[in-house]
């Protein structure tokens, strides 16, 4: 997700477990919600270190349980007395981890994967629920902040005092709501992956197929699927499915298999590339030095996050050999 909408999920997790946290431990939860983001800064070292860091070691249990637990050491050695006596290290533990997980839980929602349980299994998690940004999280978390201290504020004008703690409440009703409207996008999208998975495309069953949120609506959903000889990219609603027509769809043909193509596959470079991959794509262009082969990813058009695609460009010889491998921002490759 993006980085105000985890900004807001851990305020509103820690005004619902902790409504009395002091403002700076509220300040903590706040940063350690966003800390595991910090792999975006990979992106600056290039395509080859954004693939290896995003979403991958800072998106795992075992490191939220490491943050965790190194927060609450520091908070115990550092913190001033008069704060540990208000909220024990035990306590920032208990919620460190709370928002970490809750940053893992949105995250694995998306379409981008997490190595939810590196260092044991090397397997990405993406459930394909959630758009990055989803404008309907984001309204229910703003409306449940912003309501209790409005509330608050014209509870002052009129001089009553209210000593419970505020937007405890409001923060467990958002949560609630939020949880709720995952699950309601999660049998959406069940419901589209059956959709296109029960039709055949120009005459050929599916191989494999995926739906990806649209985030102005959760009934519309971009999808690709894969048959033996191509991808087609296509549209589906699961609000009118009666009128969803599989020959519409763009058909994005493979390539014929080649020796230039299996050596450009069987490369370090593209094994590593392929591994996350999840809709591989070539194009195979003769040049004036050989051959150029480009490995694309379709899945990062289908779910709008063509900005950070990545993709694996191979430059061979007449005789088949590679000269030349690189990672390259597919923005990149397009401007070639």
Not at 70 to 93: E, G, T
Not at 191 to 197: R, Y
Not at 278 to 288: G, L, Q, S
């Amino acid at each position: 997700m993006d980085v105000s909408t985890h900004v807001l999920a851990s305020f509103a997790l820690t005004r619902a477990a902790f409504p009395r946290a002091p403002r700076s431990v509220l300040l903590i939860a706040l940063a350690t919600g966003t800390i595991a983001d910090l792999d975006e800064i990979s992106a600056a070292f290039g395509p080859a270190a954004y693939l290896n860091w995003h979403r991958t070691y800072t998106h795992s249990l075992l490191t939220a349980i490491l943050l965790a637990a190194l927060l609450a050491l520091s908070y115990r050695f550092f913190a001033p007395q008069h704060l540990r006596s208000r909220f024990s290290s035990v306590a920032i533990f208990a919620l460190a981890f709370l928002v970490l997980c809750l940053h893992l839980l949105l995250d694995l929602c998306q379409s981008d994967g997490v190595l939810l349980f590196w260092p044991f299994s090397a397997a990405r998690i993406a459930k394909d629920w959630l758009p990055f940004v989803d404008p309907l999280i984001l309204a229910v978390l703003v409306v449940a902040i912003l309501l209790p201290e409005l509330f608050h504020l014209v509870s002052d004008e009129i001089g009553a005092k209210d000593k419970r703690p505020r937007g405890k409440v409001a923060a467990i009703i958002a949560l609630m709501v939020i949880a709720l409207y995952i699950g309601a996008r999660a049998i959406l999208h069940s419901n589209a992956v059956v959709i296109l998975d029960s039709r055949t495309y120009h005459g050929e069953l599916p191989r494999r197929v995926a739906a990806f949120p649209v985030s102005t609506s959760p009934f519309t959903w971009n999808s690709i699927v894969e048959t033996e000889s191509a991808f087609h990219e296509i549209t589906v609603s699961v609000a009118q499915s009666s009128s969803f027509n599989p020959d519409a769809s763009v058909t994005i043909h493979k390539p014929e298999a080649s020796p230039v193509l299996d050596a450009a596959r069987k490369d370090p470079l593209a094994i590593t590339f392929l591994s996350v991959a999840r809709f591989p794509k070539a194009t195979i262009e003769k040049t004036e030095t050989g051959y150029q082969v480009d490995l694309r990813d379709l899945r990062y058009a289908a779910a709008g996050e063509s900005k950070r695609e990545i993709a694996a460009l191979f430059e061979l010889n007449p005789a088949g050999k590679i000269v030349h491998r690189e990672l390259i921002w597919a923005q990149d490759l397009r401007r070639r």
